[in-house]
């Protein structure tokens, strides 16, 4: 069965530093790639999706993932993050009709 | 708006008591989905129905019982037999089978243990 890996459990950064989260899963052939956000108190959002195409997929907010297919990965990134992203993150990818996430990944931004 | 309802927002169950979250949606979805999520394990697959009057189990299917009469409605009920209930359960939906189209999510339901 499909699995999903977030190496980084817990990511402190200042306002402005880059941010980069990995995401890996376990086996290939043809994959539906998320990233879902929860805001504090908030819904799950989804951030961005890749389904096929350019393996940059941009999604709201300034973030934006790449699929690497021979690594197995969808690493989500934006170039200087904000206060409001603090979040938790979640990684996500289909099997058949079910969506198996990763075990998340909490940002914490500091002004 | 279109949507997910989770009810209640917040819900305490006795020891050996079954408690019932609900879950409507107005999107017209087709699949529905029961995740509880638990800090540090993300989401897991507790059923999930791809059509109505059809089920299926997921990963922690253990002390949970679904039903699916109706298109828009997913309940869940948590049984006495799931002796660690305390938990974050998050309720989604996705359209057309078959699709690539995402699971949209309900404000979800927390649940704890008097």
Redesign the interface.
């Known amino acids: 069965a499909q699995s999903v890996s ?1 190496h980084n ?1 817990h990511v402190i950064l200042s306002e402005a530093a880059s941010l980069e989260l990995g995401c890996n899963y376990s086996y290939g052939g043809t994959v ?1 790639l ?1 990233w ?1 956000v929860q805001y504090p108190g ?5 951030l961005l ?1 890749y ?1 096929s195409g350019d393996p940059l997929v941009k999604g709201i907010k300034g973030f934006e993932a790449e699929f690497i297919k021979s690594k197995f990965s969808f690493n989500l990134r934006k170039p200087s993050v904000q206060w409001s992203d603090t979040a938790e993150y ?1 990684c996500a990818v289909t099997d058949t ?8 990944t909490r940002l914490q931004v500091f002004p | 708006d279109g949507g997910i309802t989770q009810s209640p927002k917040y819900l305490f169950r006795k020891e050996g008591q079954n408690v019932t979250l609900s879950c409507e949606q107005n999107l017209n979805h087709d699949a529905m989905y029961w995740y509880r999520q638990d800090p540090g394990q993300g989401l897991r697959l507790i059923y999930y129905s791809q059509i109505v009057n059809d089920f299926q189990k997921g990963d922690i299917a253990e002390g949970y019982s679904v039903s699916r009469e109706k298109k828009e409605s997913f309940p869940l009920t948590v049984t006495s037999a799931q002796k660690n209930p305390t938990a974050f359960y998050l309720c989604a939906s996705r359209g057309v089978l078959g699709s690539n189209q995402p699971q949209h999510f309900g404000d979800g339901t927390r649940l704890s243990i008097l």
């Open positions: 977030q459990h539906n998320f879902y908030q819904h799950l959002q989804l999706k389904f979640f009709d079910k969506l198996i996430f990763g075990t998340g």
